[in-house]
Every structure is written in C-alpha cells, then in structure tokens.
Nanobody
C-alpha cells in the first residue's frame, strides 16, 4: 500500500505565502512524477504543477508558485507566493509510484488540504 499525506494548508491573506508538503509512504520501489492539483467548489480538478527531472506549471500560477521535491524523503513541496483569492481551493498531491514487487507504475492521490486566501 502507498499513501500520500498533505500538510501546510490554511487561511492566508491576499499577497501572503504558504508552503504545502506531501509525503509518500508505504511499500515504494520508485517514484516518477509528483504533482499538485487543486479543485475549487463547483470546478474541475486542475493541474497546478508537476515535477520530474523538470518542472511544469499551470498558466495561472507561473512566477508565483514553485514545486520542488526531496527524493530521499519521498516528499514534494509547493511554495505559494503572492497568493490571490482565486487560489482558494482544496490542493491535492499525486505521485506516480512503482510499488515494491510491481512491474508497473500507478498514480496515487492524497486526501487534500484546504487553502483559503481571504482578508
């Protein structure tokens, strides 16, 4: 079994910053891509950022958010700066993981963490 656990969400004022973390644990052989998605009420889940050996960002967060990873800790981070009310959403991490004993990679999801940007 593989589990992902996010942390770091909360309430922040516009223009503020937050750092999200997501730790992958369990029976893990290797991890390929790690990503952050977000879903606002009544909206679809959208890709925020992905990291492999490279990084890729959604247009709405470019220049404000930075994704990084610590492979020794199976952890992905999302540094969010210059936050706007429209960044309010539940943020989910995902990881493409090859479990121990498996020949295949599977995509796993965390439970999500709420980020609210409001004055």
């Amino acid at each position: 079994q593989v589990q992902l656990a996010e942390s770091g969400g909360g309430l922040v004022q516009p223009g503020g910053s937050l750092r999200l973390s997501c730790v992958a644990s369990g029976s893990i052989s290797s991890i390929n891509a790690m990503s952050w998605y977000r879903q606002a009420p009544g909206e679809e889940r959208d890709l925020v950022a992905t990291i492999t050996s490279r990084t890729n960002y959604g247009d709405s967060v470019k220049g404000r958010f930075t994704i990084s990873r610590d492979d020794a800790r199976n952890t992905v981070y999302l540094q969010m700066n210059s936050l706007k009310p429209e960044d309010t959403a539940v943020y989910y991490c995902s990881a493409v993981v090859k479990p121990m004993g498996s020949l295949h990679f599977y995509k796993y999801w965390g439970q999500g963490t709420q980020v609210t940007v409001s004055s």
